[in-house]
């Protein structure tokens, strides 16, 4: 059975930092590309970052580029996601998918408030 569990999140105040982690199993995630996404208050998911299987390639939203970073730990099956200088806007529960599998957790809340 794929699982992903996803853990690190939490409130922060404006301009602060969080990291993200996500566990995986019931695949073989070396062999897998991954993907943060995020549903914001009134938005639908949205992916966020990408990062491919070796995790030599990353690709992000605009809107967070420059502020986050995607990680993995092959050897862990583990997927992470720092997050600097957050914002309100940032504000939304955040999910680790992989989309071929149709594959996500149950997500993990982040809040930004002062």
């Known amino acids: 059975e794929v699982r992903l569990v996803e853990s690190g999140g939490g409130l922060v105040q404006p301009g602060g930092s969080l990291k993200l982690s996500c566990a995986a199993s019931?695949?073989?995630?070396?062999?897998?590309?991954m993907s943060w996404a995020r549903q914001t208050p009134g938005n639908g998911i949205v992916r966020i970052s990408w990062i491919n299987s070796g995790g030599e390639s990353t690709t992000y939203l605009d809107s967070v580029k420059g502020r986050f970073t995607i990680s993995r730990d092959n050897a862990r099956n583990t997927l992470y996601l720092e997050m600097h200088n957050l914002k309100p806007e940032d504000t939304g529960k955040y999910y680790c998918v992989q989309y071929t599998l149709s594959a996500r957790g149950q997500g993990t809340q982040v809040i930004v408030s002062s």
């Open positions: 019931g695949f073989t995630f070396e062999n897998y590309d």
